[in-house]
């Protein structure tokens, strides 16, 4: 069966160091994934799109990785601020028609 | 913000009572997308629409219909509420007029619906 998996629910880290998050998935071949950040209350906020056949795509502290080999993506965040706590969700693109998410993973950036 | 509204924010409602939640835009794209979000499922997809009276079922579709007849609005109804249809309903659109794979979406801040 199809399967996006996000390596935790949550995932505690301190100010200044670098956050990395995963997200693997089975039985899909996607040509593209994205990232996206949600706050509490509040709809999910596009944050970043990387093709099949781009190893890595950079956007300010943010860096997004896909390997579709493993069938995974990376998410790192660097310099990572309390700001930045937040739940983070990958999905990716079932037959060019919709996207599908993963479950998420809730970071928490302590000062 | 990109302009996505959807209305209500919350509702309550009995079980067996129809509901209709709307989403509307003012970014005149062409694909709008119902979500549902649950602790333990996260988002998943109910119905979406590529067009003026063009949609489509999603992953869990049952229990729902959906209804598009201006580029502008797009409809959720629940015929018969139930318990299990207790959750936060998020309307998303894609940017860029695309599919949705290769373009981001963006979503409206939901609607929280708790049947009773």
């Known amino acids: 069966s199809q399967k996006i998996e996000q390596n935790s629910e949550a995932l505690n880290i301190q100010e200044g160091k670098t956050a990395t998050l995963t997200c693997n998935y089975t039985?899909?071949?996607?040509?593209?994934l994205q990232w996206y950040r949600q706050d509490p209350g509040r709809g999910p906020v596009f944050l970043l799109l990387i093709r099949e056949n781009e190893k890595e795509k950079r956007k300010e502290r943010l860096k997004v990785t896909f390997d579709t080999t493993l069938k995974q993506s990376l998410f790192h965040i660097t310099a990572s601020q309390p700001a930045d706590s937040a739940t983070y969700l990958c999905a990716l693109d079932q037959a060019g028609t919709a996207l599908i998410f993963g479950k998420g993973t809730t970071l928490s950036v302590s000062s | 913000d990109a302009g996505i509204t959807q209305s209500p924010r919350h509702k309550v409602t009995e079980t067996g009572t129809p509901v209709t939640l709307r989403c509307h835009q003012t970014?005149?794209?062409?694909?709008m997308y119902w979500y549902r979000q649950d602790p333990g499922h996260g988002l998943r997809l109910i119905h979406y629409s590529y067009g003026v009276k063009d949609t489509d079922k999603g992953e869990v579709s049952d229990g729902y219909s959906v209804s598009r007849s201006k580029t502008e609005d797009f409809l959720l109804t629940l015929e018969s509420a139930t318990s299990s249809q207790t959750s936060v309903y998020f309307c998303?659109?894609?940017?860029?007029?695309?599919?949705?794979?290769?373009?981001?979406?963006?979503f409206g801040n939901g609607t929280r619906l708790t049947v009773t």
């Open positions: 998303a659109i894609s940017e860029g007029g695309g599919t949705s794979h290769n373009s981001p979406l963006h």
């Open positions: 039985n899909y071949s996607p040509a593209y």
């Open positions: 970014e005149n794209h062409r694909y």
